[in-house]
């Protein structure tokens, strides 16, 4: 699924590799489970038309098991 831009409607390219010296990782704990964090690796997607810049994971399946 390509991702468009939110702000011009623009393809958006993707894949777009983000570095920080301290490393950037999202993560979700687990309800009261430390073990059970999930971590996933950050990529970028950047509007080529007006530079506006999506970050996202492709690594979402463990976020999504609880909404609370
Ligand atoms: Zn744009």
């Known amino acids: 699924m390509k991702k468009i831009c ?3 409607q623009s ?3 993707e894949d777009c590799k983000v570095e920080s010296f ?3 990782t999202i993560s979700k704990k687990g309800k009261g489970v430390i ?3 999930e971590y996933a690796t950050v990529k970028a997607a950047v509007c080529p038309s007006c530079g ?3 970050l996202y994971t492709d ?3 463990g976020f ?3 909404l609370s």
């Open 22 to 24: 301290g490393g950037v």
């Open 59 to 61: 690594k979402y399946v």
């Open 11 to 13: 393809e958006m390219i």
């Open 64 to 66: 999504t098991k609880s």
């Open 6 to 8: 939110n702000q011009c």
């Open 35 to 37: 073990f059970n964090t």
């Open 52 to 54: 506006c810049i999506v």
